[in-house]
């Protein structure tokens, strides 16, 4: 996969990790490799040997889903040239992403490609606004809802002219997929970070810094256990014309870069459900959502343009009220 970044942040991942406890004895090894279009790092503890076989498997699940699910030739390539595709893997994060669209009152969505591909996100060619015509039709096509699914569990349709793209939800999917990876190599406590999607397994408490949306550094630590952490942020990819800061999280109502919020972070029980709706926090932000994600047992820490942050209740005791001037370098 490759995508022209106009700027990114200076630090390559959202979310900045370290221990927050180091029992005596207890021995951290990490490894990291450049894996759907970004950096993956895992940490286990264990022996060397062990966290080694660890490791290698967890690469492998990640290296299988970067060509199943990335932007060029990959399944998602296929279903959009076909307009069809038998894979139950798929179909199952269709359905999740359909399920949350719908929850998020179209906060999510996963049929943005098209004004993605206008608006040069996608590396098809350097950034610009969308033309009219451009808009009009990607305007003109059917969303989320027209995106089919068989009864069978394997079978993904869409209509002409829609295209899809998972990139809003797989990263977390595939934190979540090599972290049960590890697992499975008997690894018992250990963190994936797959560019900033976090997920965390076992009874070891992390610290995850969450990155200040306008500068280097963070602006607050939480600690994190057997959960999952992703946050989305206008700072991540975007270019700037005439002063004014495109981002490339859309609104799927407009096709327009979000601006409700700077950043938005999901604590959540797997990296699917934190990646998909840190980005509907994102945009509706956390008055339009906070009932939802209550209901889901989820945990948020939202910025909004002026600096105000909000947050769910637990969350509040890590958090100030109002975002700190960013350190200088």
Known sequence: MKKTIAVIAILLVAL???????????DTRSAKVFLM??????????SRNQTEKAFKEAIRELKRLDTRLGYENSLIDELNRSRTLKDREVHRLVRISKEIHASSSGGFSITLRPILDAWGFTGLHPH???TESEFAAWKSLPSDEAVSLSPDGVTIEIPKGLQIDLGGIAKGYAADRAAEAMKKSGIESGLVNAGGDITAFGERTWKVGIKHPRGPGVFTTIPVRNRS??????YERFFVQNGIRYSHILDPATGQPAR???????????????DAWATALFVKGPQALKGELEKRGMDWIAVDLEGNITTSGPMREFCPEKLPEPRKN
Request: overall charge negative; aromatic content about 2%; charged content about 20%.
């Open 16 to 26: 900045i990790i370290s221990l927050l406890h180091r029992m005596p004895g207890e």
């Open 229 to 234: 952490v992703a946050t989305s942020g206008d």
């Open 128 to 130: 610009r606004l969308p």
């Open 37 to 46: 279009d970004t950096f993956v790092e895992l940490l286990a503890e264990g």
């Open 260 to 274: 409700v919020l700077s950043s938005a972070t999901i604590i959540a029980d797997t990296g699917t459900d934190a």
